[in-house]
């Protein structure tokens, strides 16, 4: 079986030969003949990366068909006032049901009307009588949205403001006067208001409606909070709710978690162009990236990376190419983004390289091409629709890394990729968050007891902190809880580790990740620049930072997760008997190991003089797998869990949209698996994954027996993980495939939970 990796021609590997890289090239150029040719994508077809998927997904459904009869006279004429005559179906479909009030979702792609399909109906319920607030993530996209919604808002005689950190007096008095109608927001703004200021609470108590733009963005920790704050927000009035997205497979079920209420799903599809998507299976995503930006000079790109870090990455590889780009995330100052937005609409700029934060609708003009790293189709329609806005034809690329289970997944299983799509996932009760969410609303309007039921373990926890008050049968907050509800973030919780250099203040990072990328020793790369911890400081939550100008190395800690069960929340048999649960996770980073950034080559391995440690809760799951058959291989059992930990981790990227970084795992010899959210309080991904556990055995399965490396322990395309705390050992492939198959064939056991509710001896492996 090893024979048959090797070219019987050059004698080398047959994923490195020469023969094999000119063979690729061929059948590349000959499929994109067979499929349809087209000039401008020679230079991504003309490579020695296989290609695994082409297609072209032609227009459909571009033009909107619906006559406006059915609305009122002036919000036809407010339609009309911007060259609006007809509608999509979708749009015609959801007006009538948030008209007839009902809570609607709308999912359809970027650039079909989905704004007019909920502000319409919006207008019409308000001009009645009430106030409505509108909901985006971020104040950049309420920007770009403001004069298009002022513009119908006045048509029909109501005033629209915009109300975030940006706005001016005159728009803050209009919403705190009650005499704005229309309030274009963001979460943290209606948060700190609702909180803080009277006049803010008297305008809520005419809300009739609530909008929520861009809903798959509300997962995660930014969805509790958002579900929180819709529950504050209800105790001062009855309000309708709609909500839009372009993406997100379980629309409906998501809706209904995040705002408990029923809702009605609306979907339209559509495109206006043609799309020609391209998947292309490489060793190194970082030189793919640079040889296709190189080759294709002159177009408006977007290159999005999945996380920080690979931005950063690919956006110093490119400068290195001598190439001008720039970077757009969060996390940097406003007027950066906002120059960068505006260099790449009017063409100063070519190339951005960004996180999710451009998934979004802010506008920056015309984009010929997107290049992504793996994220779900549904995810990807997202991203790609950024290009052809104008109708002309758009390209979209995924990079496959060669390295990856989950793209070698798709490498063998192409139309799956078609089937696995983003969901939303969020987990209501975070208990981090409740804290801070049942304080504020006792400082908004003293808590009664019929409200406070569902509440009493956080209530009990807040009043032996001195943080509430129990009198007349109410809930009051004391002078000490309004002063810590100061501290929190709609975006984040959890403590933050300040990083600084030369004295500066250069950014910051959220535990529990701060401890596994500032520990002392470590380099990260920071807004370009890449800097070495000099020391970690978390009883003053201080990391020293000093600036590395030459090398290439970055470096991933070493360390131990040690899980402790709070409590059971629920369980499920198949398809193993599984536990979901509060974690208490203790990380002891002891060590690191240093790569270079761009291969990830090893290059040395440290240990600290004293190890870091940070304990948090989080939730997760946990399971006892079958053991394999008897083996004679050395950590037989340790690496067969440990390995099936790891792929199971790694499924998370096909079965919830994403997030295997944003999870963590343990496995022990006894056979018992850990899958937890990586953020305090959890983020409701391990739940999504919990509920969708056979498939991920699946998929495992899949992963597990088709990867050809022929190796007991497996290889970055089956077993290991650039995540694993213990440099990937032991790991075993063979005991791993027979698990999963033992599990998919109905074998399971029964877990026994309890020994985990302190914490006890045992050689865990994260």
Known sequence: ?????????????????????????????????????????????????????????????ENPTENLDFLPSRLRIALESRGIKRLYPFQKEAMKMLIDGKNVVITAPTGFGKTEAFVIPLLEKVSKGGKALVFYPTKALARDQEVKIKQYASSVGLTAVRFDGDSGQVERRLVFSGKADVVLTNPDMVDYHLRNTPAFRHFCRELTFIAVDELHTYTGILGSNMHYLVKRLSRFADFQVACASATLSNAKEFAEELFDREFIHVNGE??????????????????????????????????????????????????RAGIRSAI????????????????????????????????????????????????????????????????????????????????????????EYFRDEASGYVERFNEEIMKYQILSMCIEKPLRLEEAEPFTQILSELEDRGLVVRREGMYFPTVHGIEFARNFSMRGIGESVKMYSDGKLVGERTLPIAIKELFPGSIIIHNGVRYRSQELDLSRLRAELVRI???????DPLYTTIPRIVDVETEISEPVNAIYCTLEITIIVHGYIERNVFDRERKSICYLDEPVSYTFRTKGMIFSAPFPEPEDYEDYYAGSFHALEHVLIETTDAITGGGSREMGGISVPEGDIFIYDATAGGSGLSKLLFKRLKRAFEIAYSILKSCNCGRVDGCPRCTYSYQCGNNNQPLNRIGALNIAEKVLKGERRRTDWKKYGEVVEFRYFP
């Open 270 to 319: 559509h495109r206006k162009a043609v799309l020609y998507l391209i998947a292309r299976y490489t060793p190194s995503i970082y030189s793919t990236i640079r040889d296709i930006v190189s080759a294709l000079r002159g177009r408006k790109i977007i290159v999005f990376g999945n996380s920080y870090k690979s931005v950063e990455t690919i956006n110093l590889v490119l400068r």
């Open 1 to 61: 079986m090893v024979d048959e990796l090797f070219c019987q021609k050059c004698g080398r590997l047959k994923t490195r030969c020469i023969c094999r890289k000119e063979t690729v090239r061929q059948r590349n150029l000959e499929l994109l003949k067979k499929v349809g040719f087209r000039k401008q994508l020679v230079p991504i077809f003309n490579t020695e990366d296989e290609i695994v998927i082409y297609k072209v997904f032609q227009p459909f459904n």
């Open 549 to 555: 100008d030459e090398g290439n190395e970055i470096t």
């Open 328 to 415: 757009h995330k969060s996390g940097l100052p406003k007027e950066v983004r906002r120059e960068v937005e505006e260099k790449f609409r009017n063409g100063e700029l070519n190339v951005v390289v960004a996180t999710p934060t451009l998934e979004l609708g802010i506008d920056v003009g015309d984009v010929d091409v997107v290049i992504s790293e793996l994220v779900p189709y549904s995810q990807m329609q997202q991203r790609i629709g950024r290009a052809g806005r104008k109708g002309q034809e758009s390209v979209g690329v995924i990079i496959l890394r060669e390295e990856d289970s989950i793209s070698t997944y798709y490498r063998n299983n192409p139309d």
